[in-house]
């Protein structure tokens, strides 16, 4: 027998097809973690469907035989399901067996110990992996593990050209570059380029490199600004133009707090529903995921619940209309009694359809791959789908800076025609916003 690959409870209910993702070696599920999923399959939450839908997996897999035994998996490995294994009686005493934890590190220590050399652990949690190393169980984190935050594609880089060419692009407004060239240096369609003379960084051009068009094209710029805001740095250029892009229909925007990546979203969504109509409504979601012990439940109907997890946006909403005032300016209280816009929780967003609308998910990163595949498929003809959110400020349990669904989103999707994507650096809220995420 190869590598065998323990996996915990909480990696499936993070994905509840990571049985098919260790290709022909062999999956082992102690009988404790079906116990726990069993205690799941209520919750109407996504850790319920996703405890049901493994479920379903194991109950199709029954039929090709004893899961006790090891049934086959499609890429060739094996899956077996068997009761906990204890360890010898002489390291019974350093585990406490009344621990579900304890019992999940026991079956990897009795399988070692029956004479498989590579026995592997793969947990969602951090104790679990550490309490694994300590009794000498390989223990590994579920997901992409052989890629950063930092290493993660950030939509943006430096492109060097001659004065010859970066003069042409200034004077054509066109820099062209042929697929041969574009191979060479792996350009990603919709990738954001400074253009610079080569030794000169100071002489330098904004673009976007189309695949399409087979060349770098300049930014979109607003004279106006986009709803009244006008960009302060070269990063929120680079996502005025994403979001001002009707070729590009998903878009993330990725930063720390106060650089603007709600502010530039809303703004960008308000000038194509509002100012140009190029969509029917501007929808402004987000995840309902408390920061810190929650309140409970809320008092009130369905608005006044929704209020304090919508505050963020009506923050936006308020400084916006407060910068864009004109003659016709109205309130955003009135767009929504017009139904121009539209703010809610995605807690109900399975099974719609949402065509011709300029969607925007805040706080994308706290949300599971599955949630975000489940959003991005809701998207009708005409759509335009933003996500914004930080990496870092993970309020999950389930998930980390690289394992979320913005940053799986960012990575899978990067080479798309239709998906572009910026990293949002210089926060702009105020100095003392910008002092507290550099040094606290």
């Known amino acids: 027998m190869g590598t065998i690959f323990i996996l915990d409870t909480n990696v499936l209910l993070l994905d509840p097809f990571a049985i098919f993702k260790y290709g022909k070696e062999t999956v082992y599920i102690p009988l ?170 100071r002489h330098r051009i904004l673009g976007r490199y189309s695949q399409e068009k087979e060349g770098v094209v300049p930014l979109i710029k607003m004279r106006e600004g986009v709803w009244g805001i006008h960009p302060k740095n070269i990063e929120q250029q680079f996502a005025i133009d994403a979001l001002l892009n009707d070729e590009i229909k998903l878009v993330s925007l990725v930063g720390k707090a106060g650089t603007g990546k709600t502010l530039l979203a809303i703004a960008a969504g308000l000038e194509k529903t509002i100012a140009e109509e190029k969509y029917s409504r501007l929808l402004v979601s987000r995840p309902v995921q408390p920061m810190g012990r929650d309140l409970g439940f809320l008092p009130g109907d369905i608005n006044e619940k929704l209020a304090p997890w919508m505050q963020p946006i009506f923050d936006n909403m308020d400084f916006l209309f407060g910068q864009h005032r004109g003659e016709d300016s109205s309130s955003w209280e009135e767009l929504i009694n017009q139904g121009l816009l539209h703010i809610e929780p995605l807690t109900y967003i399975r099974g719609r359809s949402i065509p011709g609308q300029f969607l925007i998910v805040d706080e994308a990163q706290n949300l599971s791959p599955h949630e975000i595949k489940t959003i991005i498929t809701r998207a009708g003809d005409g759509t335009k789908i933003v996500l914004t959110g930080d990496c870092e400020q993970i309020d999950s349990p389930y998930l980390d800076s690289i394992n979320n669904g913005l940053a799986y989103c960012v990575e899978r999707l990067q080479r798309e025609s239709l998906v572009g994507h910026t990293t949002l650096v210089v926060g702009e809220r105020s100095p003392l916003s910008e002092i507290a995420s550099k040094h606290l």
């Open 32 to 201: 404790v973690v079906i116990e726990e999923l069993d205690r799941f399959k209520k919750d109407q939450h996504e850790n319920g469907r996703n405890a049901r839908q493994f479920s379903r997996l194991i109950d199709a897999l029954r039929k090709k035989g004893a899961i006790t035994k090891g049934v086959p998996l499609d890429g060739g490995g094996k899956l077996i399901i068997s009761i906990d294994k204890r360890v010898k009686e002489e390291h019974q005493e350093l585990l406490d067996f009344n621990i579900n934890d304890n019992l999940i590190l026991s079956t990897a220590l009795a399988l070692k110990e029956e004479g498989n050399k590579d026995v592997r652990l793969i947990s969602k949690d951090i104790n679990l992996r550490v309490k694994s190393d300590a009794v000498g169980i390989q223990a590994d984190d579920y997901g992409q593990t052989d890629v950063t935050l930092d290493e993660m594609y950030s939509g943006m880089r430096t492109f060097h050209v001659n004065i010859e060419r970066l003069r042409h692009f200034e004077k054509e407004r066109f820099l062209p570059i042929d697929s041969s060239e574009a191979k060479s240096c792996m350009l990603i369609p919709n990738e954001y380029l400074t253009v610079c003379e080569e030794n000169n960084d």
